[in-house]
């Protein structure tokens, strides 16, 4: 069985550049979390999605940050434009349902230059 | 804040060593806690986890926790660690209340080295 897939899985960019980062789940799971690991830290949780409803968003910084799971599936999370502190590496995880095991994909490491 | 500290940064040890690393987390409610481990170039998988129940679990790759709810703790055990079990470990705890439920909050990992 796939795993969750994420690409790219390196971006260096610029700051004040706007940068994509994608994420396609293990088949069938609901549920979609992306999370942010900031280096020597743990992962923090950005957003999670319940089929394509953002249920929880409250990490999100909105002002830049921006989210969407169109037809519960594959899922992008944007920032624009990005900044020196946004280097980080940022995950994609999917599980059944908010209640099952999260599998995570590789994630992708930004540096922002 | 509800927040989930690991004690040590980096453990390095010799194999055959046994193994201990402590996880402890705020708040006395209902949680859900895990353990999850990145081995070196791969990503985030399940070692472990305690939902209810037995508080000793038995994890994969003889990896063992115990809940201890007096201590709010969840401490990782091995008895004897080898060199594959080289690697950075993460606590994680679902506080689990309201729509909340499911997120995760992580601890900032240790380290483990573990010497041939």
């Known amino acids: 069985e796939a795993g969750v897939v994420q690409s790219p899985r390196y971006k260096i960019i610029e700051k004040k550049q706007p940068v994509a980062f994608w994420c396609n789940p293990i088949?069938?799971?609901?549920?979609l979390y992306w999370y942010r690991q900031n280096l020597g830290q743990g992962p923090e949780l950005l957003i999670r999605?319940?089929?394509?409803?953002?249920?929880?968003d409250s990490q999100l910084p909105k002002d830049r940050f921006s989210a969407e799971r169109l037809k519960g599936v594959d899922s992008t999370l944007k920032i624009q434009p990005a900044e020196l502190g946004d280097s980080a590496v940022y995950l994609c995880?999917?599980?059944?349902?908010?209640?099952?095991?999260?599998?995570f994909g590789p994630g992708t490491r930004l540096t922002v230059l | 804040a509800q927040s989930v500290s690991q004690h040590n940064h980096h453990v390095i040890l010799s194999e055959a060593a046994s193994l201990e690393l402590g996880c402890n987390y705020s708040?006395?409610?209902?949680?859900?806690l895990f353990w999850y481990v990145q081995y070196p170039g791969q990503h985030l998988q399940l070692l472990l986890k305690?939902?209810?129940?037995?508080?000793l679990v038995k994890g994969i790759k003889g990896f063992e926790a115990e809940f201890i709810k007096s201590k709010f703790s969840f401490n990782l055990r091995k008895p004897s660690v080898q060199w594959s079990d080289t690697a950075e470990y993460f606590c994680?705890?679902?506080f689990g209340y309201g729509g909340s439920q499911g997120n995760l909050i992580f601890g900032k990992g240790t380290k483990l080295s573990v010497k041939p």
């Open positions: 999605y319940e089929n394509e409803e953002a249920v929880d």
């Open positions: 994680a705890v679902d």
């Open positions: 995880a999917s599980s059944l349902d908010r209640w099952s095991e999260q599998f």
């Open positions: 088949s069938g799971h609901n549920t």
């Open positions: 305690y939902f209810s129940g037995d508080p």
């Open positions: 708040y006395g409610g209902t949680v859900n």
